[in-house]
């Protein structure tokens, strides 16, 4: 099993960047994949995640509908668009996945399988 996210780097106050999360090794429209953050100093915090049963999705409060979170079965990917980014969105971004629902999406436990992350840099 192996998650790759990409699509990380450097933007300023205001830009967009998508990330893109890569599946290998199992059947990927079985698991329910969502994306974290982890900024220096600090806590791992879910971003967002889409549901695989129903397509349902969920978002941080702090996303405040600057994020879309995407997945494309045909691609074995998940995608997370991000607009108007803002410095304190700065942090190292990972996709994770899960196959148990009756926990908080939100929390780190939930999640079996993490990709290595990507860094995101946003300056002011």
């Known amino acids: 099993v192996q998650l790759v996210e990409s699509g990380g780097g450097l933007v300023q106050a205001g830009g967009s960047l998508r990330l893109s999360c890569a599946h290998s090794?199992?059947?990927?429209?079985?698991?329910?994949i969502g994306w974290f953050r982890q900024a220096p100093g600090k806590a791992r915090e879910g971003v967002a995640r889409?549901?695989?049963?129903?397509?349902?999705?969920h978002y941080a409060d702090f996303v405040e509908g600057r994020f879309t979170i995407s997945r494309e079965n045909a691609k074995m990917a998940l995608y997370l668009q991000m607009n108007s980014l803002k410095p304190e969105d700065t942090a190292v971004y990972y996709c994770a996945s899960t196959r148990r629902y009756d926990r908080p999406w939100d929390q780190v436990g939930t999640y079996d399988y993490w990709g290595q992350g990507t860094q995101v840099t946003v300056s002011s």
């Open positions: 090794g199992f059947i990927f429209d079985s698991w329910t």
């Open positions: 889409i549901e695989r049963r129903d397509g349902s999705t």
